[in-house]
């Protein structure tokens, strides 16, 4: 016996749709579904992957990008692929090297912000969703152009687009796409989804929980200190 030397096993949409479709019986292994089914099945299955955008930042869709200031304009509209902002951010003056960090302000701050044209090196932003995109107000407003603003940006789930495309998720989330995917298209099929959305539930909630940024965990006994 060998063992293999790829560890990049994926699956494509036709292929997770088909596994949905043969977990629920609608077809037999290795069949091919009609073309409204797999319509259907598509649909689905991008409904699916934008609500579990929902569950928060995964790690891999956690990128760092920069915009470039111009002198008085306080407000940017980022990509439409950038769902939020991770905290912080950093504020580069140009020709320097020491970063400022920018932290978030809540909606109340913001609008209590009694001068909003103070002008200087960012130390806050304000994010706002709109269907537009996200878009990130600064404060102070930057008075300088050319400065950089490094920020880390929460990315959008990719959508399935046609029938060869890959998730743009880890592959161990693969199983969790077959299982929900099964539970949404069961009703269509004259199925009880419980029982599938019970396992998919479980598997969701394993892959979120092996999908937290790894970090010390300090264990106190109870009624003692951290010191």
């Not at 409904?47 to 002198?71: E, H, P, Y």
């Amino acid at each position: 016996m060998t063992t293999a030397a790829t560890d990049t096993f994926t699956q494509s949409r036709d292929e997770i749709v088909d596994d949905a479709l043969t977990n629920l019986g609608a077809i037999g292994p290795g069949r091919t579904p009609t073309g409204a089914m797999r319509t259907h099945a598509n649909r689905a299955l991008n409904r699916l992957v934008k609500s579990i955008d929902a569950d928060g930042a995964f790690l891999w869709r956690v990128v760092r990008r920069t915009l470039s200031t111009v002198a008085a304009q306080a407000t940017y509209t980022l990509g439409t692929d950038v769902l939020s902002i991770d905290e912080p951010a950093n504020y580069l003056r140009a020709g320097q090297t020491g970063r400022t960090p920018i932290l978030s302000m809540s909606r109340d701050d913001y609008m209590v912000q009694s001068d909003r044209a103070s002008a200087g090196v960012s130390s806050r932003y304000f994010q706002e969703r709109t269907l537009a995109g996200l878009v990130v107000t600064f404060w102070p407003v930057p008075d300088a152009t050319a400065d950089s603003i490094e920020y880390a940006a929460v990315l959008r789930c990719k959508d399935f687009v046609i029938g060869s495309d890959t998730p743009d998720f880890n592959s161990k989330w693969i199983v969790c796409l077959v299982l929900g995917l099964s539970a949404t298209l069961a009703p269509a099929y004259g199925q009880d989804s419980g029982a599938w959305d019970e396992k998919f539930e479980a598997e969701r909630s394993r892959q979120l929980n092996a999908d937290n940024e790894g970090g010390s965990l300090p264990l106190v006994p109870f009624g003692g200190s951290y010191y």
